[in-house]
């Protein structure tokens, strides 16, 4: 009788559960902002607590254009997030090298949320919206590392 030893990859590179969190974090951070023009106006109050003095309709087209710029940054995502998954999931090397690229894009552009200012602005992304930009970035680090320390060990 022989004895078969299974050398598949580990449970955490066939099936990258943190790359998913990751991506369904990044659904959440692309339709937040588009749900707060419907429903909780916070980007409403976040641009009229900066300019006062401005119209329903000013405040209006600021809100929406962080609202639009929130969403499709954060759309941009899912692509790589898809990417990387698939690559991972068939044990392709190259998929690491797509997730640390897309880490980087995501961490530049999740840190320039939380730190840019405006003219009367503290920052312009209010801190609720930056935080859920910088949630995906944690999530894809995590599946990273998990990724990278089951990695395959021939080339792909």
Do not use: K
């Amino acid at each position: 009788m022989t004895a078969t030893i299974d050398r598949s990859p580990a449970t955490g590179t066939r099936r990258p559960l943190w790359l998913y969190v990751g991506l369904a974090l990044t659904l959440v951070a692309t339709v937040a902002p588009l749900l707060d023009l419907a429903t909780t106006g916070l980007l409403a109050e976040h641009v009229r607590a900066a300019y006062p003095h401005w119209s329903a309709h000013d405040v209006s087209l600021d809100r929406n254009a962080i609202a639009i710029y929130l969403a499709v940054t954060s759309a941009l995502g899912v692509p790589l997030w898809l990417l990387t998954i698939r690559a991972v999931r068939r044990c392709r090397r190259w998929g690491l090298v797509v997730g640390v690229v897309a880490f980087a894009a995501g961490i530049l552009i999740a840190l320039t949320n939380l730190s840019v200012g405006g003219e009367h602005y503290q920052v312009i992304v209010p801190y609720l919206f930056g935080t859920l930009t910088l949630l995906p970035c944690i999530a894809g680090v995590v599946g990273l590392v998990q990724a990278w320390r089951h990695r395959p060990t021939t080339r792909g």
